[in-house]
């Protein structure tokens, strides 16, 4: 349990290996949690960045309304300005006019009506004055008799009487749009007194404040002209001035609609307000145009300075728009779409990287899962070997104990039951070994062995196992081993067995009619047949179907048709005619021999019911059958050919198959083995396994056989026994044959020993009896001595057919298919009666050949289990082996001081103070300093000095589990055997390392 | 001979019987069949052999458990060559307490060690009897003329 504890955990700390491995991280993923944070940093980021954009581009917006507002308002100011001008310097004309005509000339060249006309006619000179007027001053000491020269009394503005003054201003001329100040004097107007008193001070134009205008209610600003009556001196004072005053000339401006028709003639009126202020009180500018209450854009302003002329007074024109500045749509716009652009940039970039975490985090569950996976599988595998190995144990014990059980007196119900108990635990073992070797193979555990073995008594033993089943069935179940397959080869048998067990198991269980046929040849000659099969296949034999005797039938072992038909008589026969070319001339293998591998080709044909070709592709998956079906109808577990592909695999070769529905499949399979170097051995072997008796050696045998195929198998097992076999397709053939008495057929000299009659072909030929009166005549006429024994061949047969033959004259014997040669053999023993003591001695085979390789061999036991001891020593002594004792690895190690004559030595492993394994490698060592003097050293004694030290050493050990096995092999041992010893462990062992010493003839 | 026939079938059905209560196992037989005219008594030898090593072994052991100190290390190792022994002779039953003692002794309990001590030393004692009688039986046909039927 401990060991199980470990190795689990040994699989999770791999695990945790792997994970750590494997944990190999992008930037990216790293940073994961910080991806929203910058996603959202990025998002502000670009908000700030499309303010910045729009601010740019709105403040150059602002900049270039500001200038056209500039523009607009600074062209304004002067177009008003200019205009001003033009008007103030022609009423400056207009004073020079007066001052001209009206006083230097007398009598006056000016009355009222030339002003009103020449000044009605001029008006288009001064398009800002609403009308010009002339005022002349009068001191109040001249008042009566101005009022009396012109007729009518100095008014007041508010057209009353004037009260008395020092000086008044009233008005003389007038235009006639403003004749209506006639006689007014100017004087009593606020506005107009300061300006007249400003004007004749500065000798300048000057202007009003504004004020709403007599006669329209617009605001106006008035302009006054002193004219002076003598011509002023240069820079004159203040005084000479008021002395030289005249008069005073006066237009009003109506600013109002002046500046409005100014402003109606320039472009973009409607989109600017403009107020004109008049500002000479700084504090409190008055409105001359424009609206008191500010509307419009107030957030640009532009000021201009306007200069109408009159220096003590300021104007200034203020602008405006009159609506707000629009939105900068294109800034927004650009804004806006670099905005989306940004954001979307990186929302891509954020799902990129989410998509790699995301991916990451997918790849490192996968990675996890698949760690995880692979260490189930191999936890799996781990727990099922276990598990079938703990599960063997005890199952054997059932079995066994239950095989006891049967050995008692038992009544039959109670044997019936417990035979069927040992058949089910029967099946289940050879479950949990199939397994078992599953997950070994799959856990790469399985080792192959490489011993010599016989090919043919294996697959002869495959083949009585299933013997009795194809008989009950009524198959014929057939077995060729070409001739050029070596007699010995050395590989793992039980591994080709289980292969060929599997295989021949099938096609026993699908397969219900028809015949099994094992194939054995040599890939490179089945190869090469294959290729000249397929050239010839353009023409298939017409010939083959004229031959045979049935009409509807096929060129196979049965008749049936089969999957593979490369397997029928056609490419039989050239096997068969290239065997017969090779054994004539039998040099030719010995040289192929040479090289060290021979590949076969085993094939399995049955005309079973094939494999469905939808199941043909998982054939060699584990526990997959062709359907559930399968299980219920035939049993099985599915796991045979996934294990049999596994183990070809191993030994090298590939299996494949062909499969047609309800006709048949064949398998077939390439192995490579090993050939057998030393003859020595072979024989030694051969006499071993495949003991086939000699006695019929130089027989001659007569065939009689319709199927070409079947009568090459049944050659085949004939000749094995040394047999001379000739085939007849008939019996009538046959008869032909002996009764000719060799003339005709060179290779009898006389009538044959036996004639071997395929039960088919008997009926068939329908004269029965017909033969044996045949050959009775044949001996009566003097042609033979002795009559040929006739032996009937039959897959089944029924009393009534079996009555029949006898009658027949089979009284000799029938030989029940399927062939097998120790069979055959036996049957002919006892039709001929020789070769009997031969047989006999075969019994025994198996321990007197264990006795042949220990005989006379010195063999050391050590053990310190001194019962355990005996028993080894004895189980030894009775193969005739000398046998010595040590009881501890000391002493063993004192006796097997060099040199020494012991053979072999058998060691226990597990022994106080020096264990086995340390022993060993104390003799190794030993062995290896005393080779390597000898080797190195100068030759003392010849010969002796070239031998190599090296005994073989054997565990005993009770427990044999594979890491001890590695152990023992690790320490320098050469095998090991089970205690307590039996002999077939012991004979395993033994043989093996034995098998490398020359064998001594006894 | 018709006594022969009777002590004969005797022990057959001894045998038979020593097998089927699993007292002892293939390992017998295995011994059994290693003795032939050369070596006639080869069984008996070794069981002898196998009674006087026990006893000493069950000294040993019974010694070891006194302790105060109970050194399991000693304890297994005689467990140990007991098992080889009674494997080697067949005595199925001796050898199978043997495998749980050393579990026990694995576990270092002294008090499940020396009650199965005691049942080791039981079962010993009655493979001992039962081996005796055996030989007893065989020396008795082999006295009376006959051989000894072949265990299978």
Same mark, same amino acid.
């Given at each position: 349990?401990?060991?199980?504890?470990?190795?689990?955990?040994?699989?999770?700390?791999?695990?945790?290996?792997?994970?750590?491995?494997?944990?190999?991280?992008?930037?990216?993923?790293?940073?994961?949690? =910080? #991806?929203?944070?910058?996603?959202?940093?990025?998002?502000?980021?670009?908000?700030?960045?499309?303010?910045?954009?729009?601010?740019?581009?709105?403040?150059?917006?602002?900049?270039?309304?500001?200038?056209?507002?500039?523009?607009?308002?600074?062209?304004?100011?002067?177009?008003?300005?200019?205009?001003?001008?033009?008007?103030?310097?022609?009423?400056?004309?207009?004073?020079?006019?007066?001052?001209?005509?009206?006083?230097?000339?007398?009598?006056?060249?000016?009355?009222?009506?030339?002003?009103?006309?020449?000044?009605?006619?001029?008006?288009?000179?001064?398009?800002?004055?609403?009308?010009?007027?002339?005022?002349?001053?009068?001191?109040?000491?001249?008042?009566?008799?101005?009022?009396?020269?012109?007729?009518?009394?100095?008014?007041?503005?508010?057209?009353?009487?004037?009260?008395?003054?020092?000086?008044?201003?009233?008005?003389?001329?007038?235009?006639?749009?403003?004749?209506?100040?006639?006689?007014?004097?100017?004087?009593?107007?606020?506005?107009?007194?300061?300006?007249?008193?400003?004007?004749?001070?500065?000798?300048?134009?000057?202007?009003?404040?504004?004020?709403?205008?007599?006669?329209?209610?617009?605001?106006?600003?008035?302009?006054?002209?002193?004219?002076?009556?003598?011509?002023?001196?240069?820079?004159?004072?203040?005084?000479?001035?008021?002395?030289?005053?005249?008069?005073?000339?006066?237009?009003?401006?109506?600013?109002?609609?002046?500046?409005?028709?100014?402003?109606?003639?320039?472009?973009?009126?409607?989109?600017?307000?403009? %107020?004109?202020?008049?500002?000479?009180?700084?504090?409190?500018?008055?409105?001359?145009?424009?609206?008191?209450?500010?509307?419009?854009?107030?957030?640009?302003?532009? @000021?201009?300075?306007?200069?109408?002329?009159?220096?003590?007074?300021?104007?200034?024109?203020?602008?405006?728009?009159?609506?707000?500045?629009?939105?900068? =749509?294109?800034?927004?716009?650009?804004?806006?779409?670099?905005?989306?652009? =940004?954001?979307?940039?990186?929302?891509?970039?954020?799902?990129?990287?989410?998509?790699?975490?995301?991916?990451?985090?997918?790849?490192?569950?996968?990675?996890?899962?698949?760690?995880?996976?692979?260490?189930?599988?191999?936890?799996?595998?781990?727990?099922?070997?276990?598990?079938?190995?703990?599960?063997?144990?005890?199952?054997?014990?059932?079995?066994?104990?239950?095989?006891? #059980?049967?050995?008692?007196?038992?009544?039959?119900?109670?044997?019936?039951?417990?035979?069927?108990?040992?058949?089910?635990?029967?099946?289940?073992?050879?479950?949990?070994?199939?397994?078992?070797?599953?997950?070994?193979?799959?856990?790469?555990?399985?080792?192959?062995?490489?011993?010599?073995?016989?090919?043919?008594?294996?697959?002869?033993?495959?083949?009585?196992?299933?013997?009795?089943?194809?008989?009950?069935?009524?198959?014929?179940?057939?077995?060729?081993? !070409?001739?050029?397959?070596?007699?010995?080869?050395?590989?793992?048998?039980?591994?080709?067995?289980?292969?060929?067990?599997?295989?021949?198991? %099938?096609?026993?269980?699908?397969?219900?009619?028809?015949?099994?046929?094992?194939?054995?040849?040599?890939?490179?000659?089945?190869?090469?047949?294959?290729?000249?099969?397929?050239?010839?296949?353009? %023409?298939?034999?017409?010939?083959?179907?004229?031959?045979?005797?049935?009409?509807?039938?096929?060129?196979?072992?049965?008749?049936?048709?089969?999957?593979?038909?490369?397997?029928? =008589?056609?490419?039989?026969?050239?096997?068969?005619?290239?065997?017969?070319?090779?054994?004539?001339?039998?040099?030719?293998?010995?040289?192929?021999?040479?090289?060290?591998?021979?590949?076969?080709?085993?094939?399995?044909?049955?005309?079973?019911?094939?494999?469905?070709?939808?199941?043909?592709?998982?054939?060699?998956?584990?526990? @997959?059958?062709?359907?559930?079906?399968?299980?219920?109808?035939?049993?099985?577990?599915?796991?045979?050919?996934?294990?049999?592909?596994?183990?070809?695999?191993?030994?090298?070769?590939?299996?494949?198959?062909?499969?047609?529905?309800?006709?048949?499949?064949?398998?077939?399979?390439?192995?490579?083995?090993?050939?057998?170097?030393?003859?020595?051995?072979?024989?030694?072997?051969?006499?071993?396994?495949?003991?086939?008796?000699?006695?019929?050696?130089?027989?001659?045998?007569?065939?009689?056989?319709?199927?070409?195929?079947?009568?090459?198998?049944?050659?085949?097992?004939?000749?094995?026994?040394?047999?001379?076999?000739?085939?007849?397709?008939?019996?009538?053939?046959?008869?032909?044959?002996?009764? %000719?008495?060799?003339?005709?057929?060179?290779?009898?000299?006389?009538?044959?020993?036996?004639?071997?009659?395929?039960?088919?072909?008997?009926?068939?030929?329908?004269?029965?009896?017909?033969?044996?009166?045949?050959?009775?005549?044949?001996?009566?006429?003097?042609?033979?001595?002795?009559?040929?024994?006739?032996?009937?061949?039959?897959?089944?047969?029924?009393?009534?057919?079996?009555?029949?033959?006898?009658?027949?004259?089979?009284?000799?014997?029938?030989?029940?298919?399927?062939?097998?040669?120790?069979?055959?053999?036996?049957?002919?023993?006892?039709?001929?009666?020789?070769?009997?003591?031969?047989?006999?001695?075969?019994?025994?085979?198996? !321990?007197?050949?264990?006795?042949?390789?220990?005989?006379?061999?010195?063999?050391?036991?050590?053990?310190?289990?001194?019962?355990?001891?005996?028993?080894?020593?004895?189980?030894?002594?009775?193969?005739?082996?000398?046998?010595?004792?040590?009881?501890?690895?000391?002493?063993?190690?004192?006796?097997?001081?060099?040199?020494?004559?012991?053979?072999?030595?058998?060691?226990?492993?597990?022994?106080?103070?020096?264990?086995?394994?340390?022993?060993?490698?104390?003799?190794?060592?030993?062995?290896?300093?005393?080779?390597?003097?000898?080797?190195?050293?100068?030759?003392?004694?010849?010969?002796?000095?070239?031998?190599?030290?090296?005994?073989?050493?054997?565990?005993?050990?009770?427990?044999?589990?594979?890491?001890?096995?590695?152990?023992?092999?690790?320490?320098?041992?050469?095998?090991?055997?089970?205690?307590?010893?039996?002999?077939?462990?012991?004979?395993?062992?033994?043989?093996?390392?034995?098998?490398?010493?020359?064998?001594?003839?006894? | 001979?018709?006594?022969?026939?009777?002590?004969?079938?005797?022990?057959?059905?001894?045998?038979?019987?020593?097998?089927?209560?699993?007292?002892?196992?293939?390992?017998?037989?295995?011994?059994?069949? *290693?003795?032939?005219?050369?070596?006639?008594?080869?069984?008996?030898?070794?069981?002898?052999?196998?009674?006087?090593?026990?006893?000493?072994?069950?000294?040993?052991?019974?010694?070891?458990?006194?302790?105060?100190?109970?050194?399991?290390?000693?304890?297994?190792?005689?467990?140990?060559?007991?098992?080889?022994?009674?494997?080697?002779?067949?005595?199925?039953?001796?050898?199978? *307490?043997?495998?749980?003692?050393?579990?026990?002794?694995?576990?270092?309990?002294?008090?499940?060690?020396?009650?199965? *001590?005691?049942?080791?030393?039981?079962?010993?004692?009655?493979?001992?009897?039962?081996?005796?009688?055996?030989?007893? *039986?065989?020396?008795?046909?082999?006295?009376?003329?006959?051989?000894?039927?072949?265990?299978?």
């Amino acid at each position: 349990m401990g060991v199980k504890i470990q190795s689990h955990h040994s699989v999770a700390v791999m695990l945790n290996d792997q994970l750590g491995a494997k944990k190999r991280v992008t930037f990216v993923y790293t940073y994961r949690a =910080w #991806l929203l944070k910058l996603l959202l940093i990025w998002g502000f980021a670009g908000l700030i960045i499309s303010g910045l954009i729009y601010n740019n581009m709105d403040a150059d917006a602002k900049l270039r309304r500001k200038e056209v507002l500039v523009g607009m308002c600074d062209q304004r100011a002067r177009m008003l300005q200019d205009q001003f001008r033009v008007s103030v310097n022609h009423v400056h004309a207009l004073a020079i006019l007066v001052s001209t005509f009206h006083y230097f000339k007398t009598p006056s060249a000016i009355d009222q009506e030339t002003f009103a006309e020449y000044t009605a006619r001029t008006s288009f000179e001064r398009p800002l004055l609403s009308g010009v007027a002339y005022a002349e001053r009068v001191v109040n000491a001249e008042r009566d008799e101005f009022e009396k020269q012109h007729g009518w009394t100095i008014k007041t503005m508010d057209r009353e009487p004037s009260p008395l003054r020092d000086e008044y201003a009233p008005v003389i001329f007038s235009q006639e749009t403003v004749s209506y100040i006639e006689s007014l004097d100017m004087m009593s107007g606020e506005e107009d007194r300061e300006n007249i008193l400003r004007a004749r001070e500065t000798g300048k134009a000057v202007l009003t404040n504004p004020f709403k205008l007599l006669g329209s209610h617009h605001l106006g600003v008035v302009l006054t002209f002193p004219v002076y009556k003598s011509k002023l001196l240069p820079r004159p004072t203040v005084e000479e001035r008021i002395e030289a005053t005249a008069g005073y000339l006066g237009g009003a401006f109506d600013v109002e609609s002046l500046v409005e028709n100014l402003l109606g003639q320039l472009a973009g009126n409607q989109a600017i307000v403009v %107020n004109v202020y008049d500002i000479t009180n700084a504090s409190d500018p008055l409105v001359m145009y424009g609206h008191q209450h500010q509307d419009g854009d107030m957030s640009l302003v532009h @000021m201009s300075n306007v200069d109408f002329g009159d220096p003590f007074r300021k104007h200034q024109m203020i602008c405006r728009y009159h609506h707000k500045a629009p939105m900068s =749509w294109l800034a927004l716009i650009c804004a806006c779409f670099f905005f989306v652009i =940004w954001s979307l940039g990186g929302y891509i970039l954020y799902g990129a990287a989410d998509h790699i975490v995301k991916v990451e985090d997918d790849f490192n569950k996968m990675q996890e899962l698949k760690v995880r996976a692979e260490a189930a599988d191999v936890a799996k595998s781990q727990f099922l070997a276990t598990v079938s190995h703990e599960i063997r144990t005890p199952m054997n014990g059932i079995l066994g104990m239950l095989a006891l #059980l049967l050995d008692t007196d038992l009544s039959s119900p109670q044997k019936d039951y417990a035979r069927t108990a040992q058949d089910c635990g029967k099946a289940l073992i050879k479950l949990i070994n199939e397994v078992l070797d599953r997950a070994k193979i799959e856990a790469g555990k399985l080792e192959l062995e490489a011993v010599p073995f016989n090919l043919r008594s294996i697959l002869d033993d495959v083949l009585s196992l299933f013997s009795e089943e194809s008989r009950h069935k009524g198959i014929e179940l057939a077995l060729f081993v !070409s001739d050029k397959v070596p007699e010995i080869v050395v590989g793992d048998p039980g591994r080709f067995r289980q292969i060929i067990t599997n295989l021949v198991g %099938n096609s026993v269980k699908f397969t219900e009619r028809g015949h099994i046929l094992v194939q054995v040849h040599l890939a490179e000659h089945s190869k090469a047949l294959m290729d000249s099969k397929t050239e010839n296949s353009m %023409n298939p034999g017409l010939h083959e179907f004229v031959a045979l005797s049935g009409a509807c039938q096929f060129n196979t072992l049965s008749g049936c048709e089969a999957a593979d038909d490369r397997n029928s =008589w056609d490419a039989f026969r050239h096997l068969v005619a290239d065997e017969r070319f090779c054994s004539d001339a039998s040099n030719g293998m010995v040289t192929d021999e040479a090289s060290g591998n021979v590949t076969l080709m085993v094939c399995v044909e049955d005309t079973g019911i094939g494999i469905p070709l939808h199941a043909q592709n998982r054939v060699f998956t584990p526990f @997959m059958q062709v359907d559930s079906s399968t299980s219920r109808n035939y049993g099985g577990t599915g796991i045979g050919l996934s294990i049999s592909k596994c183990l070809v695999e191993l030994m090298g070769g590939q299996i494949n198959f062909i499969s047609r529905p309800q006709v048949g499949s064949t398998f077939s399979f390439s192995v490579t083995f090993g050939r057998c170097e030393k003859n020595g051995f072979i024989n030694l072997k051969i006499s071993h396994s495949d003991d086939l008796p000699t006695a019929f050696r130089g027989l001659k045998a007569v065939l009689v056989d319709g199927k070409p195929v079947r009568a090459a198998v049944t050659r085949y097992h004939l000749k094995r026994l040394g047999l001379i076999c000739e085939i007849a397709s008939s019996i009538k053939m046959a008869v032909a044959m002996c009764g %000719n008495n060799g003339s005709l057929t060179p290779g009898f000299g006389s009538l044959p020993d036996m004639i071997l009659i395929e039960k088919d072909s008997w009926i068939s030929s329908g004269d029965e009896g017909g033969l044996n009166v045949r050959l009775l005549e044949c001996k009566q006429n003097g042609y033979a001595l002795k009559l040929p024994k006739l032996i009937l061949l039959a897959t089944n047969i029924n009393a009534d057919e079996l009555n029949k033959a006898k009658a027949a004259g089979f009284a000799d014997t029938i030989i029940m298919k399927p062939l097998r040669a120790s069979m055959v053999a036996a049957c002919l023993q006892q039709v001929l009666g020789v070769g009997k003591k031969r047989l006999h001695g075969k019994e025994l085979n198996g !321990s007197t050949f264990l006795r042949s390789l220990l005989c006379g061999k010195k063999i050391l036991v050590v053990d310190d289990n001194m019962v355990n001891r005996r028993v080894a020593a004895g189980a030894l002594k009775k193969f005739g082996a000398d046998v010595e004792c040590a009881e501890s690895g000391k002493v063993a190690l004192e006796k097997l001081h060099l040199p020494h004559a012991f053979d072999a030595c058998f060691m226990d492993i597990q022994m106080p103070e020096m264990d086995g394994f340390e022993a060993t490698r104390r003799i190794r060592l030993m062995e290896s300093e005393a080779n390597r003097r000898s080797n190195g050293g100068p030759t003392v004694g010849g010969i002796a000095s070239k031998v190599e030290w090296h005994i073989p050493i054997l565990a005993m050990t009770a427990d044999v589990i594979h890491a001890t096995c590695d152990e023992c092999l690790k320490c320098g041992m050469d095998g090991y055997v089970s205690k307590p010893f039996d002999e077939e462990n012991l004979y395993q062992a033994v043989a093996k390392f034995f098998e490398a010493k020359p064998f001594p003839d006894t | 001979m018709a006594y022969v026939g009777q002590l004969q079938r005797k022990f057959v059905e001894y045998t038979k019987s020593l097998y089927r209560e699993g007292i002892v196992d293939k390992q017998f037989t295995q011994l059994h069949n *290693l003795q032939d005219e050369s070596n006639p008594d080869f069984a008996e030898e070794v069981v002898t052999l196998f009674f006087t090593d026990s006893q000493r072994l069950l000294n040993e052991l019974t010694n070891a458990l006194e302790q105060q100190d109970v050194d399991f290390n000693t304890v297994d190792a005689y467990v140990h060559q007991f098992k080889g022994s009674s494997s080697s002779v067949g005595a199925q039953r001796v050898k199978d *307490l043997c495998i749980s003692f050393r579990t026990l002794c694995e576990q270092q309990n002294k008090e499940l060690c020396l009650r199965c *001590l005691q049942q080791v030393k039981l079962e010993y004692a009655s493979f001992k009897s039962k081996l005796e009688s055996l030989f007893q *039986l065989e020396k008795q046909i082999v006295e009376a003329g006959g051989t000894i039927p072949t265990i299978d």
